[in-house]
């Protein structure tokens, strides 16, 4: 029988926002960008001594080509272990005139703290730090066991994540799984448990013309890269946004009732949204039902952008000799990355552009948890404790992460909870997160970790 008091550690929580603050404060001050490779070595410095100064727990560092991986344990003797993924890199803050105040000098303002990273991620595993930190003081002994397990290059794809996993998998052993993320409905409404995510695949399309750049006079007689990889592109997907690739949702594992029926349980603010990303209306028109299954169980072709041979190309009359499209195709439960590869260069091939190259830049797999899990049933309790209504529960979120590459392999539950709001502009500037969302998912670790033992 658990007899810690919860209701203890809130207090705590609540008398110490000031420390704690200042705690997560200090971690976005310090650059961590792994994109340019800027201050990694530093952050992971800092997350390191956090875990040691703070919780008493000895930290390792462990290398696998990039930035290091920081894994601690804290061993209690219970019966059930619990572990905390989180990330300490960020994207760059750049352009850097659209901030309202310097990236990396964090600022409180209406009811906000406002810098680079204080959503994606580092808010996240601060809060994680001040609940287990908070959990000790008042307890002594923790009713769980626990694992602190971060990531320097989540936001480059992790490209070490599955070395690392091979590796070390035996250290990422738990009961249940807290990853990254998490957030909050517009307009400071319900509270999101994750249960998963998208896949995500990175890839590159090139096509070459020519040996080398031409004037443009040459386009009456020699073919043009751009348009090749237009025509193809055209190929795959048509103006309704149907995916125009033979077999390539086959492998889409079919819903069943109780996930379409959390699917349609969830809310999402048409209006809201509409007006936040400042559009008129949906793919299609779509509503209601059919927009929510859109967004969590259909897979996508995105284009992000081309590259050719000049950034000058509103002055320059060139004809290029190669060029470049980049797509981002999320995908969902049941496709992998080598499967929809697969697809895209069969119906290339099968469509005349066997010129065209295909090549990976990064992915990761699709990821759902099992929808009753203890671990989710704890959160939904949680959840209606602390915030004080019913918990939003997304059955994968439309982004993508690496916790197939931890979760899926080791077959370990998992959630996602967290910091943002859907207003927290991450990967953005002026990113955010409100205080009292800092201060509600501490909470919530501290009530998970205490009622597990009892479900």
Not at 22 to 35: F, I, K, N
Not at 295 to 307: A, E, K, Q
Request: charged residues 25%.
């Amino acid at each position: 029988m658990n007899d810690h008091d919860v209701t203890a550690v809130y207090k705590y929580i609540d008398e110490n926002m000031e420390l704690y603050l200042g705690w997560l404060m200090e971690a976005v001050r310090q650059p961590s960008v792994s994109m340019y490779n800027a201050g990694m070595g530093e952050m992971a410095s800092i997350c390191a001594r956090f875990l040691e100064d703070k919780l008493g727990l000895k930290a390792e560092m462990i290398e696998t080509g990039g930035s290091p991986y920081i894994y601690a344990h804290l061993d209690e003797g219970a019966k059930d272990t619990l572990a905390f993924y989180n990330h300490y890199d960020v994207m760059p803050a750049e352009p850097l005139e659209e901030w309202e105040s310097s990236p990396f000098e964090p600022v409180v303002r209406d009811g906000r703290l406002w810098g680079r990273g204080v959503a994606d991620n580092k808010g996240s595993m601060f809060s994680r730090i001040c609940a287990v930190h908070a959990c000790k003081q008042v307890y002594g002994k923790l009713p769980v066991n626990l694992k602190f397990f971060y990531d320097g290059e989540e936001e480059i794809g992790s490209p070490h994540l599955d070395d690392f996993v091979r590796a070390n998998g035996g250290l990422l052993k738990c009961d249940g799984f807290f990853w990254e993320g998490g957030s909050r409905d517009l307009e400071r409404g319900r509270p999101h448990i994750t249960l998963g995510v998208k896949g995500i695949c990175k890839i590159e399309l090139s096509c070459r013309t020519a040996g080398r750049d031409l004037h443009s006079a040459n386009a009456a007689i020699v073919a043009n890269p751009f348009w090749r990889l237009v025509w193809a592109l055209a190929s795959m997907k048509n103006e309704k946004e149907e995916i125009l690739i033979d077999g390539y949702t086959d492998d889409i594992v079919p819903l069943s009732d109780k996930e379409r029926k959390i699917i349609h349980d969830m809310s999402f603010d048409e209006q809201a949204s509409l007006k936040s990303y400042g559009i008129g209306s949906f793919l299609n028109g779509e509503r209601g039902n059919s927009l929510k299954e859109r967004l969590v169980n259909s897979p996508t072709i995105n284009i992000n952008g081309f590259r050719g041979p000049s950034n000058d190309a509103e002055t320059k009359t060139v004809l290029p000799g190669a060029a470049s499209v980049f797509l981002d195709l999320r995908l969902a439960a049941g496709q992998t990355p080598e499967r929809a590869l697969k697809k895209i260069r069969e119906h290339l091939d099968a469509k005349g552009f066997k010129d065209i190259e295909v090549k990976l830049k990064s992915s990761y797999e699709p990821f759902r948890t099992s929808c009753e899990s203890t671990l989710m049933r704890a959160a939904v309790e949680s959840a209606r404790e602390i915030y004080g209504m019913e918990p939003n529960i997304i059955l994968n979120d439309w982004g993508s992460s690496g916790v197939c590459s931890v979760c899926g392999r080791l077959d370990i539950p998992c959630i996602m909870i967290g910091v943002m709001n859907e207003d927290s502009r991450e990967h953005a500037p002026n990113e955010n997160i409100y205080l009292e969302d800092y201060n509600c998912a501490m909470k919530m670790i501290a009530s998970i970790i205490t009622k597990l033992p009892d479900m």
